[in-house]
């Protein structure tokens, strides 16, 4: 029964099948598709309105002797992110490309990324 107790949390983050060190905030992802929100009018509720949203992972990482250069990390299109929940769940997010600011921290070497894509794949582990 311990196993059950874990309900989230993150196993494993990988770009192309190498995996890098994430901070403790963890993985933040959507699906996409549609959003919808509310049409209010001076009167009343008029509706809802729907827009298109990408799927996209986003996560920080800190910077290692292992990690090849930032600027490469930066640079990542057309790749495949995975990651590995302590749920069991894996979320694949394939043909993504790095969408951040392009910026990275020096005081603890943190560097913020946001990969989008057009699917979000969820299974069960």
Partial sequence: MAGDIKRGGLRRLSIDGNTLDITSEGVTYS?????????????????????????????????????????DLLDKEGVTVTVNLLSGKILVLSDAINTTERTAESNEGKIALRFVGSKLTEMAG
Avoid: N
């Avoid at 509310?38 to 002797?65: N, W």
């Fill in 31 to 71: 699906f996409g598709g549609l959003q919808f929100t509310e049409i209010m009018g001076a009167d009343r509720y008029h509706g809802v309105a729907g827009k298109p949203v990408p799927a996209f992972i986003q996560f920080t990482i800190t910077d290692s002797r292992k990690l090849d250069t930032v600027r």
